[in-house]
């Protein structure tokens, strides 16, 4: 269990006020956008962004529980604001923000942790949407993304092949963004930390 530091500084709960309602707001707004437009891989596009949202802060607010904390924030706040309750979206922002936290506490905030953490979030996104499509369609669903991928491309192998190739590929590009939004995330949280920083040394 993820235990929050409970004796939290003026500092500390401002920027996880700060970071959460940021979070909530570009699940809000970029979400809506972004369903409304029927783009494809809308999905992941949203963890991508969160993974960053996610490192960049743990880079900045580096207590125990911090992005636990965030995830509340952004769930509470999309609910409120929005009016709905969408159980799908809630789940993967509480658990995004469990996955980068148990990655930081053993692996640190620094580069490498970083890059692990936003790799294991987009990896929970391609564990989630594979096994929501298989909830709600069933094992068919895999037979209509071969159906559709021999149709596009001259492709002649058994189904069964075919279908591993897709999960590979598909596994494959969330671990690169992944791989991805950590480095930018690490890069974001300490320049935005050393500014942070040198302005206090100012004050």
Do not use: D
């Not at 609910?79 to 799908?88: A, P, Q, W």
């Not at 369609?137 to 279908?163: H, M, R």
Request: glycine share 8%.
């Amino acid at each position: 269990m993820i235990k929050v530091k409970s004796n939290l500084n003026k500092q500390e709960v401002y920027q996880t006020a700060v970071l959460g309602s940021i979070w909530a707001f570009v699940e809000i707004t970029a979400g809506t956008l972004l369903h409304l437009s029927k783009v494809p891989f809308r999905g992941l596009m949203l963890s991508v962004i969160a993974s960053i949202l996610l490192v960049t802060a743990k880079n900045i607010i580096n207590y125990k529980g911090s992005l636990v904390s965030l995830g509340l924030i952004c769930a509470s706040l999309k609910t409120m604001i929005s009016g709905v309750f969408i159980l799908n979206p809630i789940i993967a922002i509480i658990i995004e923000s469990i996955i980068a936290e148990l990655v930081f506490i053993f692996f640190k905030n620094g580069f490498f942790g970083s890059v692990l953490a936003g790799i294991s979030v987009l990896f929970y996104t391609f564990l989630h949407s594979i096994l929501a499509q298989i909830f709600f369609f069933g094992f068919e669903i895999f037979k209509v993304y071969e159906s559709l991928i021999s149709n596009i491309l001259p492709i002649k192998t058994q189904n069964i092949s075919l279908i591993y190739l897709i999960l590979f590929a598909y596994a494959f590009i969330h671990l690169i963004l992944g791989g991805l939004s950590g480095f930018i995330g690490f890069r974001l949280g300490t320049k935005t930390l050393a500014l942070i920083n040198s302005k206090n040394e100012i004050y």
